[in-house]
């Protein structure tokens, strides 16, 4: 009798240990998380455990580190990660020793790319121009083709002796049926740029997916300071200059002919600070136009005023200063002169093959 009570009290005692060891070895990969513990705190502990059971770090590449939102109590570490990342659209990546931790926009972005997109090739030419001096030669920008258009002015402008006469050879002017002359933009372009009437400001050149928004800025990003509430300050920044938003979308007819359809928007500003607040100007057409494979078209109408003022008058008495006898108003006098610019975009538009075409063609 008293050897079966020692016997049952052995087996008693066993089991409790067993239970007890069972209880550890759970407990030991159990979490139990507040709702206020922010996402980086919650992986970094979840990671202590995951190191221990599996040996695999956790690196979190995800922007956001909100509170998890929900008592997470006496959970598996895997089930706790997995609750997190579900509630905060979190996706889970195991790999040999580590769990990438990413956000899942950015993944679905990625799966989202097809290498049998075809691409736009998409080139401007960004052109500044003396109003008055483009009004004289008649250029007629509507008639680009093949990087030439129409003029029915003449090429012998005022101040157009100082161009050299080879210049005006390489131009290789001709005459059309209409009667017309017809002129190389580039030519053209170096005419003006040696008489100082005009110039090329950039030539930008992008490929874009077909469908999706290419973006070209010429120009500078400036900041204004400003002050919340709170009193922080910040910066907040502007974009200047002359910026083309385009969106190029390849569309076919019954025949399989091909064209390329394009929403552009163009805008030319400039900022001018000030004591109190700076003055943004700017000026901006949009359109939607249809075009074939290597055809041009041309975007004007942005005009910009520029305004000098020069001193004329009878050498050094013109610039005494005010207070010496008033002789600078006698002997001098200011010259205001306004000119106005124009700014004509030029842009080509030619169709790519996708990236595994041109891959197999090399």
Same mark, same amino acid.
């Given at each position: 009798?008293?050897?079966?009570?020692?016997?049952?009290?052995?087996?008693?005692?066993?089991?409790?240990?067993?239970?007890?060891?069972?209880?550890?070895?759970?407990? #030991?990969?159990?979490?139990?998380?507040?709702? +206020? /513990?922010?996402?980086? !705190? *919650? =992986?970094?502990? %979840?990671?202590? @455990?995951?190191?221990?059971?599996?040996?695999?770090?956790?690196?979190?590449?995800?922007?956001?580190? #909100?509170?998890?939102?929900?008592?997470?109590? +006496? /959970?598996?570490?895997? !089930? *706790? =990660?997995?609750? %997190?990342?579900? @509630?905060?659209?979190?996706?889970?990546?195991?790999?040999?020793?580590?769990?990438?931790?990413?956000?899942?926009?950015?993944?679905?972005?990625?799966? +989202?790319?097809?290498?049998?997109?075809?691409?736009?090739? %998409?080139?401007?030419?960004?052109?500044?121009?003396?109003?008055?001096?483009?009004?004289?030669?008649?250029?007629?920008?509507?008639?680009?083709?093949?990087?030439?258009? +129409?003029?029915?002015?003449?090429?012998?402008?005022?101040?157009a002796s100082a161009v050299g006469?080879?210049?005006?050879?390489?131009?290789?002017?001709?005459?059309?049926?209409?009667?017309?002359?017809?002129?190389?933009?580039?030519?053209?372009?170096?005419?003006?740029?040696?008489?100082?009437?005009?110039?090329?400001?950039?030539?930008?050149?992008?490929?874009?997916?077909?469908?999706?928004?290419?973006?070209?800025?010429?120009?500078?990003?400036?900041?204004?300071?400003?002050?919340?509430?709170?009193?922080?300050?910040?910066?907040?920044?502007?974009?200047?200059?002359?910026?083309?938003d385009v969106t190029p979308t390849?569309?076919?007819?019954?025949?399989?002919?091909?064209?390329?359809?394009?929403?552009?928007?163009?805008?030319?500003?400039?900022?001018?600070?000030?004591?109190?607040?700076?003055?943004?100007?700017?000026?901006?057409?949009?359109?939607?136009?249809?075009?074939?494979?290597?055809?041009?078209?041309?975007?004007?109408?942005?005009?910009?005023?520029?305004?000098?003022?020069?001193?004329?008058?009878?050498?050094?008495?013109?610039?005494?200063?005010?207070?010496?006898?008033?002789?600078?108003?006698?002997?001098?006098?200011?010259?205001?002169?306004?000119?106005?610019?124009?700014?004509?975009?030029?842009?080509?538009?030619?169709?790519?093959?996708?990236?595994?075409?041109?891959?197999?063609?090399?």
């Open positions: 009798m008293i050897r079966s009570k020692k016997t049952g009290i052995i087996v008693l005692f066993l089991i409790l240990i067993t239970l007890q060891l069972i209880s550890k070895d759970v407990s #030991s990969d159990t979490i139990s998380l507040s709702r +206020n /513990t922010t996402i980086n !705190d *919650a =992986l970094t502990t %979840i990671e202590v @455990i995951s190191i221990r059971t599996e040996g695999k770090k956790i690196y979190n590449l995800s922007s956001s580190n #909100s509170a998890i939102g929900v008592p997470i109590k +006496n /959970t598996n570490w895997k !089930d *706790a =990660l997995e609750i %997190i990342c579900k @509630i905060h659209n979190l996706t889970i990546e195991e790999r040999a020793g580590t769990i990438m931790i990413s956000d899942a926009e950015a993944k679905s972005e990625a799966e +989202n790319v097809n290498l049998n997109n075809r691409q736009v090739k %998409i080139s401007a030419s960004v052109l500044e121009i003396n109003k008055t001096v483009a009004e004289n030669i008649g250029i007629n920008w509507s008639t680009i083709i093949d990087g030439a258009v +129409n003029f029915s002015g003449s090429l012998a402008f005022k101040g006469s080879d210049l005006f050879q390489a131009a290789g002017t001709s005459t059309t049926d209409s009667g017309d002359q017809r002129i190389q933009v580039d030519a053209l372009m170096a005419i003006l740029e040696e008489n100082q009437d005009g110039r090329v400001l950039a030539k930008p050149s992008i490929n874009v997916d077909s469908g999706e928004k290419g973006y070209i800025q010429v120009g500078k990003d400036f900041s204004i300071k400003t002050v919340d509430d709170a009193g922080n300050t910040t910066d907040q920044f502007f974009s200047t200059g002359v910026i083309l390849i569309i076919s007819d019954e025949e399989g002919n091909e064209a390329i359809n394009m929403k552009i928007s163009v805008e030319r500003s400039s900022a001018i600070p000030g004591e109190v607040s700076t003055e943004i100007t700017k000026s901006r057409a949009t359109s939607s136009i249809t075009m074939y494979d290597g055809e041009e078209t041309t975007i004007g109408g942005l005009y910009d005023k520029d305004e000098t003022t020069s001193r004329g008058g009878v050498p050094i008495l013109k610039d005494l200063p005010w207070w010496f006898l008033g002789l600078r108003y006698l002997f001098g006098y200011e010259i205001n002169n306004v000119s106005e610019k124009e700014l004509v975009i030029i842009i080509k538009a030619e169709l790519i093959d996708s990236v595994l075409i041109r891959s197999a063609k090399e």
